[in-house]
């Protein structure tokens, strides 16, 4: 019984810490950057919304299907509960999950004329089929708002004020508010996601790509499969969406374009996806990059540019790769006598 | 509107049929000898605009002169690319693929940065004034690409079949062993498939800087179309890529004509997603990619 | 009726006529060998009966259903399974894991009790059940070994312990003793056999090797040119003279 519960703990402490280090973000950020911590808090909600479409992105990569129109299904999402939420004051326990039926529609009529195309003629496949998705969102100015995009969408609110579990969004606390409604939305979707990854799912779109005819033979339809994971993916990627609308108030269709598109991909290269923490660590570290890189920020597209080509070169595999490496290393150092 | 509109927007269409075929066929080459996928094709038919726009506009060369140089400038990036980013990924093509997308962004940063990026650059067009020919009334500019579109294909043709170099690269893009085995040099029939792959993006670009705006992200709606058209012509058939390159040419200014331009683009993918689904290995292919 | 029927199975590939028209009857509980020169169509008759191709004519009918033009995967759901002449397996995995994913793959999942469920028990069973066909063919001692580190005979059983991991009743097998010596040829010929006798599997292969063949199956059809050229048990296949002479000169292992 004991054993059991320390090799629960071996394996969590990793992800107990840092949700606890998130969950204290807050009071941190205040501690050390005053007033205006409560502004930097920003950040790391987008951080956490790109950590939950890095994590979508690599479901999606565990078929060996890699899509270029990942963006614009989180796009739906957002535009999706930016729509319900301002022109119909819906509220965010029904957009989100709203949002995430339609985007899973959308992804299953973009995944149809793909299904029996693979590599390549996929990739690109899927590129101009977002980009379709991206020009209604242009063309229609009702209701998704033209090139212009939608603007003042109502921040996210419980009950009416007055009621006891009214949380408010609204004032001055709902930096705060708001940061920990991503917060737990964000550890929810990467539960689920892990539980996915793990599961017999899991293992049967990790099987289609190391062996699709195989898999044929004992009865998994591959195409069917396909189509699966695109939904799946989908749906995630329409959380993040929705997690963002709310965040920045304002979408048009440039958000979603090719080069944020890109970026998601240099993420999860950078990062890996052979392991669940790749992504995890290409969207920290590249963030930091990116953050670093403010100052020069017309020369930021070469630099990323500089890094996909130099991880695709150099280290295909990702950084993860490094993981046990680095955890060797430490134990080394510490002096644990475990044969590795 | 009547149908006196109609040579004119053929006679659009034959043009537009054009630089998409100049584009695409430069994509289909480069996937069909070693599947080396360029995401960044769009900014080296920038680059050949840019290069227009520098030796024509800014050093006075003679229009013909800038396109042509635009041939060997774009090309050496072509094979720049094969070098640094495709020979160390082959194999991976969607590894590939993706650094190229890291190198698009080097190459707009750069242009960016040596010319600005504020205004778009505008090319005096070299030969002005519309014409009347067969009825159509469309710029003796845009009339003039279709015998330059006409005579690269055609040069390639003749290449690709009667020169050894280019009977070497088709050798190559039907059996990369066999070919290795008969002494054929895989680098080199690399090197130069990026490199028609590149000039043939390049004179596009340099063909239409009088006629669009030159700015560093012009290159990204012509790349769309450029993969739309290999898709439906099968990924690494160049006759596909030509005759792909009229049919989305035709419906994309029809299209344009009576509705917009968005729209054109619009019904170009619906038309590629139901080629999909008929024939996945697109219209003159026959390579499962 | 047959347990397998296959009524004028005939499949062009543009010109060329690779199966022109063949019938097969197999019976249940026995082991059928195909045979046939090299390019007689052996391989793509397989191919259209095990769904991975799509028959041009011609009709195949399992325990009384039809199932020609279903999709493989549909085929090997309705209990008829075949394994590959290539190593097919899961690279990444051991020999239990691979046999335990070959079963439950096939199971019906909802994604809510993926997400949600627990598996437990199911998976107890299969464990069970994975450990038990291992040790029948014999791999018991690879169990926990990487697939990819197997030899080439003990990936060729691994291939055909997935199948059986999805229990079957016809068992489908390319070419089982592709590329083996003759000590793992034996072993194969007697799991093939053990199969049959103890689990009741009918198995239906297609193999170049004579000795095998003539030592394995109840009967054999002989297929040359695309067309049946005989049928029967191996004793009167040895005799035959059409037989004969479609493969004179090309083989002499003939028993």
Known sequence: MLKSNSMFIKRWWPAATIIIVFALAPQLFETFWGRMGMYKLVLLQVFLANVVLAQSYRLMTTTGDWTLCHYILMGMGAYTTAILAKFYGVPFYLTIPVAAICTVAVSFLIALPLSRTIGFAFFIGSFALGEFVRYIWEKLHFPFGGSRGLSNIPRPEMGQSGDWYFVDFSSRMDISNLYYGTLILAIFALILLYRLDTSRFGNAWKSIYADSELCESIGINVTRYRILIFCVAGFFASLAGSLLAYQWGAIDPDNFGMIEMVYLIIWVVVGGVKTYWGPLIGVASMSLVFELTRPFDEFRPLIFGVILISSLVFMPGGLEVLIPRTTRFFKNLVGTKEVS | ?289 | MSFLSVKKLSKHFGGLIANNEIDLEVEKGEIRGIIGPNGAGKTTFFNVISGFYQPTSGSVTFKGQNISGKHSSEISKLGVVRTFQRAALFPDFTVLENVVIARHLRANNSLVSAIFGNQKKAEEANVKRSTEIIEFLGLGDEIESLSSNLSHGHQRQLGVAMALATEPELLMLDEPVAGMNSGEKAVMVGMVKKIRDEWGVTVLLVEHDMRTVMNLCDRITVIDFGEKLAEGTPNEIKNNDKVIEAYLGADDSVA
């Open chain 2, 1 to 289: 509107m009547g149908l006196d509109i109609l040579p004119q927007t053929i006679g659009n269409a034959l043009v537009l049929g054009s630089i998409y075929a100049m584009v695409a066929v430069g994509l289909a080459i480069a996937f069909g000898v070693m599947q080396m996928a360029n995401f960044s094709h769009g900014e080296l038919f920038m680059v050949g605009a840019y290069c227009v726009y520098v030796l024509y506009t800014l050093f006075g060369w003679p229009f013909e002169l800038a396109v042509i140089a635009s041939f060997p400038i774009v090309a050496l990036i072509g094979v720049i690319y094969e070098r640094l980013i495709f020979r160390p990924t082959r194999g991976n093509v969607l590894a590939g693929f993706m650094a190229t997308a890291g190198a698009g962004f080097i190459l707009q940063v750069l242009i960016s940065e040596w010319y600005g990026v504020g205004l778009p650059k505008s090319v005096q067009v070299p030969y002005p004034g519309g014409s009347d020919f067969l009825m159509m009334a469309i710029s003796w500019q845009r009339l003039a690409i279709i015998p330059v579109t006409i005579a690269m294909v055609f040069g390639l043709w003749y290449f690709l079949t009667k020169v050894k170099d280019g009977k070497a690269l088709r050798a190559c893009a039907q059996d990369p062993e066999a070919s290795v085995l008969q002494g054929i040099k895989l680098n080199k029939m690399t090197a130069l498939a990026m490199a028609i792959s590149g000039g043939f993006a390049g004179v596009g670009g340099a063909l239409m800087a009088p006629i669009v705006s030159v700015n560093p992200y012009m290159g990204h709606d012509y790349a769309i179309i450029a993969f739309i058209v290999v898709i439906v012509g099968g990924m690494s058939s160049i006759p596909g890529a030509v005759l792909a390159a009229f049919i989305l040419g035709f419906i994309h200014t029809f299209v344009s004509t009576f509705a917009d331009s968005v729209y054109g683009m619009m019904i170009g993918v619906l038309f590629m997603a139901i080629v999909l689904i008929v024939k996945p290995t697109g219209l003159l292919g026959n390579v499962k990619v």
